[in-house]
């Protein structure tokens, strides 16, 4: 079809008539045919603006068939919950079937237009579905011309029954209503009010290993939010520091507790999940939190966001915080983005395997808070996969909609170099390794421990072998 340049194929599922915005006739002289009303077809970027329903769904599919593989979607996020369902019912799961890279960008705009002045400068074509009626249509072009000067296609669906909307993607459903932000619990007499019709304890428990640069800090905020009432202690537990981490954490005031002398009898490990476990046995809190010590920026609305769906909504056993995270590059004076184990790892390996928890933003991120009688269930390995071991469990435990992510802002803190993102990397799959066993009844080989490197320069080989042995942890 070449009509306005637009590369439909035929195979396009109803009849398609395209025409410009010159001459809407077959608004009506054509009811049963996908209507395309354009300023015509441009190679370059594209981006789809929709709401839900029937004509959003015809936007999809005329853009499927012009050979339109990658696509983005911005959504303004309806105020009204249902009429959210319908976009995540009908959009969400019909855009991943079409194309074979979707993105999709939930904005809260104060309206359609705003969000076309913002993203005008970006894109060549912006489509979206029509108005209900026909008489909405020119005057929805002519503002939408007022503040972009690409091409503008509105298209109409060929549907004329109505469509039974399900509830889409639970997955997206999930990330829609239970992930929050550190904002929404910024009022400390709301928590405490919550916190005391719950009668729950509450402990944070700051791990640290060689952090003197940054603990003070650290625990300062958190005697500032203990001082509002939310928190009950705070509690530093030193994996055996040569700096002077655990002299500042006395200093002030606070319990300070080396992991390998608590509970002696039960032996003793090295690693994050081995601190956190035997933390567990230094309070008799009813919901446990642990923070890094490393955060050079940490605000007490890192408390409040990560405490606050816990204490707010009974219903919720879990939270696991997100942050964003600038790495400091100094040598080069540039910033990259953290989370880089779980973009090129956990998160292809999540997809594959442990699609349940696809939704979690930073599923390797160490900020969380528990219920006790959760944690106490759990099997937990002393190294770097406590934090998807413990998310994995908890879903598994008491169900997706049990747990929630917040988002606690920016964070500031340490990166390691690529040598010790690859051996957290090796960690982390002995973790997911175990765990897939066990769920197979044990049957396989015991988990590798060794991980081999062989390095080449100018013709000289360097075999490198370190050994990571995994421990699992119970407290029953």
């Given at each position: 079809?070449?009509?306005?340049?637009?590369?439909?194929?035929?195979s396009?599922?109803?009849?398609?008539?395209?025409?410009?915005?010159?001459?809407?006739?077959?608004?009506?002289?054509?009811?049963?045919?996908?209507?395309?009303?354009?300023d015509?077809?441009?190679?370059?970027?594209?981006?789809?603006?929709?709401?839900?329903?029937?004509?959003?769904?015809?936007?999809?599919?005329?853009?499927?068939?012009?050979?339109?593989?990658?696509?983005?979607?911005?959504?303004?996020?309806?105020?009204?919950?249902?009429?959210e369902?319908?976009?995540?019912g009908?959009?969400?799961?019909?855009?991943?079937?079409?194309?074979?890279?979707v993105?999709?960008?939930?904005?809260?705009?104060?309206s359609?237009?705003?969000?076309?002045?913002?993203?005008?400068?970006?894109?060549?074509?912006?489509?979206?579905?029509?108005?209900l009626?026909?008489?909405?249509?020119?005057?929805?072009?002519?503002?939408?011309?007022?503040?972009?000067?690409?091409?503008v296609?509105i298209?109409?669906?060929?549907?004329?029954?109505?469509?039974?909307?399900?509830?889409?993607?639970?997955?997206?459903?999930?990330?829609?209503?239970?992930?929050?932000?550190?904002?929404?619990?910024?009022?400390?007499?709301?928590?405490?009010?919550?916190?005391?019709?719950?009668?729950?304890?509450?402990?944070?428990?700051?791990?640290?290993?060689?952090?003197?640069?940054?603990?003070?800090?650290?625990?300062?905020?958190?005697?500032?939010?203990?001082?509002s009432?939310?928190?009950?202690?705070?509690?530093?537990?030193?994996?055996?520091?040569?700096?002077?981490?655990?002299a500042?954490?006395?200093?002030?005031?606070?319990?300070?507790?080396?992991?390998s002398?608590?509970?002696?009898?039960?032996?003793?490990?090295?690693?994050?999940?081995?601190?956190?476990?035997?933390?567990?046995?230094?309070?008799?809190?009813?919901?446990?939190?642990?923070?890094?010590?490393?955060i050079?920026?940490?605000?007490?609305?890192?408390?409040?966001?990560?405490?606050?769906?816990?204490?707010?909504?009974?219903?919720i056993?879990?939270?696991?915080?997100?942050?964003?995270?600038?790495?400091?590059?100094?040598?080069?004076?540039?910033?990259?983005?953290?989370g880089?184990?779980?973009?090129?790892?956990?998160r292809?390996?999540?997809?594959?395997y442990?699609?349940?928890?696809?939704?979690?933003?930073?599923p390797l991120?160490?900020?969380?808070?528990?219920?006790?009688?959760?944690?106490?269930k759990?099997?937990?390995?002393?190294?770097?996969?406590?934090?998807?071991?413990?998310?994995?469990?908890?879903?598994?435990?008491?169900?997706?909609?049990?747990?929630?992510?917040?988002?606690?802002?920016?964070?500031?803190?340490?990166?390691?170099?690529?040598?010790?993102?690859?051996?957290?990397?090796?960690?982390?799959?002995?973790?997911?390794?175990?765990m897939?066993?066990?769920?197979?009844?044990?049957?396989?080989?015991?988990?590798?421990?060794?991980?081999?490197?062989?390095?080449?320069?100018?013709?000289?080989f360097?075999?490198?072998?370190?050994?990571?042995?995994?421990?699992?942890?119970?407290?029953?």
């Open positions: 079809m070449d009509q306005l340049n637009w590369p439909l194929q035929s396009i599922s109803a009849p398609v008539t395209v025409t410009s915005f010159d001459d809407l006739s077959a608004f009506e002289s054509a009811p049963h045919d996908i209507l395309v009303m354009t015509g077809w441009r190679p370059g970027s594209k981006a789809a603006i929709l709401r839900g329903g029937m004509n959003a769904k015809a936007v999809l599919d005329v853009l499927a068939r012009s050979d339109v593989a990658a696509l983005k979607i911005f959504h303004i996020e309806e105020k009204i919950p249902q009429l369902d319908i976009f995540v009908t959009i969400v799961p019909e855009a991943n079937r079409l194309f074979d890279q993105n999709i960008f939930w904005r809260h705009d104060q359609i237009y705003d969000l076309i002045e913002s993203i005008a400068g970006e894109y060549d074509m912006l489509l979206f579905g029509a108005p009626a026909k008489s909405e249509v020119l005057p929805f072009y002519r503002r939408i011309k007022d503040i972009y000067p690409g091409s296609t298209v109409r669906s060929a549907a004329t029954d109505d469509e039974e909307f399900d509830a889409g993607d639970p997955i997206f459903k999930w990330v829609r209503e239970r992930t929050y932000d550190a904002h929404d619990f910024s009022f400390p007499s709301a928590l405490r009010n919550y916190k005391r019709k719950l009668g729950k304890k509450v402990s944070v428990i700051l791990p640290a290993l060689n952090e003197e640069k940054t603990v003070g800090k650290v625990i300062e905020t958190a005697l500032e939010v203990k001082s009432g939310i928190i009950d202690e705070v509690i530093l537990i030193d994996s055996d520091s040569t700096d002077d981490t655990a500042i954490g006395k200093s002030y005031g606070i319990p300070v507790y080396s992991h002398q608590i509970c002696s009898d039960l032996g003793t490990y090295r690693g994050k999940g081995e601190a956190m476990f035997k933390s567990a046995f230094v309070t008799d809190a009813d919901i446990l939190a642990w923070v890094d010590t490393d050079e920026n940490i605000v007490p609305s890192f408390f409040y966001g990560l405490l606050g769906p816990i204490l707010t909504y009974p219903q056993e879990f939270v696991k915080g997100y942050f964003a995270r600038p790495v400091r590059v100094e040598s080069s004076g540039i910033e990259l983005g953290g880089r184990v779980t973009e090129i790892f956990a292809p390996y999540i997809n594959l442990l699609p349940e928890l696809s939704g979690y933003i930073q991120a160490g900020t969380v808070a528990i219920y006790r009688h959760l944690l106490e759990m099997y937990l390995p002393t190294n770097y996969g406590i934090e998807i071991a413990m998310l994995a469990q908890a879903v598994k435990q008491v169900g997706l909609w049990a747990t929630c992510q917040v988002n606690l802002g920016e964070v500031i803190h340490k990166s390691k170099d690529v040598i010790g993102l690859s051996e957290m990397a090796f960690q982390i799959l002995q973790v997911l390794h175990d897939n066993m066990s769920q197979k009844g044990g049957a396989g080989k015991p988990c590798q421990p060794m991980l081999r490197r062989v390095f080449s320069t100018r013709g000289h360097e075999i490198s072998i370190k050994r990571f042995n995994i421990f699992w942890r119970q407290f029953k």
